[in-house]
Nanobody, 127 residues
C-alpha cells in the first residue's frame, strides 16, 4: 500500500502562483509514476501532469503546459506541482495519485491507470 497526502492548496489571484506537495509513504519502492489530476464541480476528473518516479520523465496536459511544472524529490518521497500564471479555470480540487509498478509501462494520463489517491486539496483562483 501507498499513502498520499497533499498540501499547499489555497486561494490565489489570477496570474499568481501556488505550489502543491504530495508526500508518499508506505511501499514507495513500488511506484512507477506520480500524477496530478483535478476536478472542478460538475466536471470529470482530468489529467494535469505526471512524472516517472525513477527517471523523471514528465508529461503535461495542453492546458497547463508552460505554466505548471511537476518535480519529484525521491529522498523526501515527495512530488511537487508548481503552478504559475494561474487562471480562474484552474480552480478545482487537485488530487495526487500513484501508478504502481507492474512491468513495462508508459506514463498514463488516465485516472483509471492510477492505483492510489490522496484526499485532494482545493485550489481557488480569483479573477
Amino acid at each position: 500500500q501507498v499513502q498520499l497526502v497533499e498540501s499547499g492548496g489555497g486561494l490565489a489571484q489570477a496570474g499568481g502562483s501556488l505550489r502543491l506537495s504530495c508526500a508518499a509513504s508506505g511501499r514507495t519502492f513500488s511506484i512507477y509514476a506520480m500524477g496530478w489530476f483535478r476536478q472542478a464541480p460538475g466536471n470529470e476528473r482530468e489529467f494535469v501532469a505526471a512524472i516517472t518516479w525513477n527517471s523523471g520523465i514528465t508529461r503535461y496536459a495542453a492546458s497547463v503546459k508552460g505554466r505548471f511544472t511537476i518535480a519529484r524529490d525521491n529522498d523526501k518521497n515527495t512530488v511537487y506541482l508548481q503552478m504559475n500564471r494561474l487562471k480562474s479555470e484552474d480552480t478545482a480540487v487537485y488530487y495526487c495519485a500513484a501508478d504502481r509498478l507492474y512491468g513495462i509501462q508508459t506514463l498514463s494520463t488516465s485516472p483509471s491507470s492510477y492505483d492510489y489517491w490522496g484526499q485532494g486539496t482545493q485550489v481557488t483562483v480569483s479573477s
